[in-house]
């Protein structure tokens, strides 16, 4: 059976860095995020540090599977092929995504925080000043409400595309 995909595209400082978070594996495209700084993944992987930061992943990651390891979920993903050229890449786990962006640049390790505390404290993150992404339970729940009620639901709309544009 193939896996759902919840595709979100965010940005940072105009480059556009994709995250999966269907099937509740949270991934984010380390190949676009290295492409951003002009960085190669394969000179963060080769570090020692890394390679034991993966192993332990994993492992905390698979403590129900036992020995059976070709059922272990697995720290980075490749994508080669396919349909989609949005999954096209090289995909970490979040968290190794988080080390990965310290690697990169102290500013968008610091930028990476941010929207993490943002999204726990708040429930929602913003994508730019004058954007704000809605977190998905409430969207569903405001269409649930308004069903049927097509003005309410073009003046959400509009009143979300024209927020801070007075």
Request: glycine share 6%.
């Amino acid at each position: 059976m193939a896996k759902k995909k919840e595709i979100q595209v965010f940005e940072y400082e105009g480059k556009r860095i994709t995250f999966d978070f269907g099937d509740g594996e949270e991934m984010v495209n380390a190949t676009e995020v290295a492409a951003t700084f002009n960085k190669r993944l394969q000179d963060f992987t080769r570090l020692q540090n890394t390679k034991e930061f993966v192993k332990a992943l994993e492992s905390s990651m698979n403590t129900a599977k036992g020995a059976d390891s070709h059922l272990w979920k697995k720290a980075i993903k490749s994508v080669r092929g396919g349909d989609d050229p949005r999954l096209r890449g090289t995909w970490y786990e979040q968290r190794l995504a988080l080390k990965l962006a310290a690697w990169l640049n102290p500013k968008f390790e610091l930028w990476i925080y941010g929207k993490i505390r943002e999204l726990l404290s708040t429930g929602q993150t913003t994508i730019s000043n004058d954007k704000v992404l809605i977190d998905k339970k409430t969207f569903q729940f405001f269409i649930e409400k308004h069903k049927g009620e097509q003005n309410n639901f073009n003046h959400f709309l509009e009143s979300l595309l024209n927020d801070g544009d007075d």
